[in-house]
């Protein structure tokens, strides 16, 4: 079965981000960073929801049944599906305007890691943390100019993590000895066991991953028109080309790989000739 690429939906997106197949409900959620808003996609009617916030939502993580992390700018809020905050967590304010939250995901055993970025994407200001459902905010490492991809091997004992302007993905060791703990202070991360640089003839910089088999991820390559699939040494195993310059972040929907894309920074002849900016796209037929 050949590749097949095609526009699932097209929200008009300056910077869609973060996408997630939520089992509970059939929908894919994600987000739109710049215009603070949160689609709903319901996948057996296609019709579309969209939570208006007052603040970018970065990133989100679904905690249980009711409710999802959610990591605003500024601020990691629980909140439920129709946008309401379900619990502040006051210690997870950053009250500093030079940076904010950036990309997220679950740890292993469902805790939520997130990591900041510098806004002029210059200046290696970013940490990530670690949050539990109580608002406990640790600290897990620093020095990230702009923190993305947040993924764990399938063991759950290494995180792999990227930033975006050095071009670098980073491995750490994961230590967790209490698995069981609704609490992340016992939690911690090694310094990196392995950092690899793309490729140079690799387009784009590193965005948004997720796997594709237990030693291999597929990441969006911002400014690069394309995802890469890379494996765990760093080696690239595939490229596919797409008809966007910024294709932000991806997630599986059984065996259809879906896109997020961004329109924002391009002239308007860059999005004339790229009218699929700013939509959410899905590829079949990969193996």
Known sequence: MP???????????LLGECPIYDKQTNKLLWVDILNHRWHQLD????NINTVQFKQGLTAFARLNDKSFYAAFEQEIALIDITGN???????????NPDIRYNDGGLTPNGHFIVGTMDKKEQTPLGNCYLIDQHGNKTHMYHGITVFNTAIFSKRGDVFYSADSPKNTFVARTFLNPDTNSNQTQTASMSEPIAEFNIDPNIPGLPDGSCWHD???FWNARWDGSGLARINTQGQ???FIELEVARPTHCCWINHELIV???????????LD??????????ITGLK
């Not at 590749?3 to 997106?13: G, P, R, V």
């Not at 996948?43 to 296609?46: D, F, H, I, R, W």
């Not at 905050?85 to 009250?95: A, D, G, H, M, S």
């Open 3 to 13: 590749i097949k690429i095609t526009q699932l939906t097209n929200t008009n997106d």
């Open 43 to 46: 996948l057996a009617t296609n």
């Open 85 to 95: 905050i379900v619990k502040q967590l006051p210690e997870t304010q950053l009250n």
């Open 214 to 216: 237990d030693t291999s």
């Open 236 to 238: 690239l195993l595939d």
């Open 260 to 270: 997020t894309t961004a329109a924002i920074g391009l002239s308007q002849t860059q």
């Open 273 to 282: 000739a790229q009218p699929l900016s700013g939509s959410v796209l899905k």
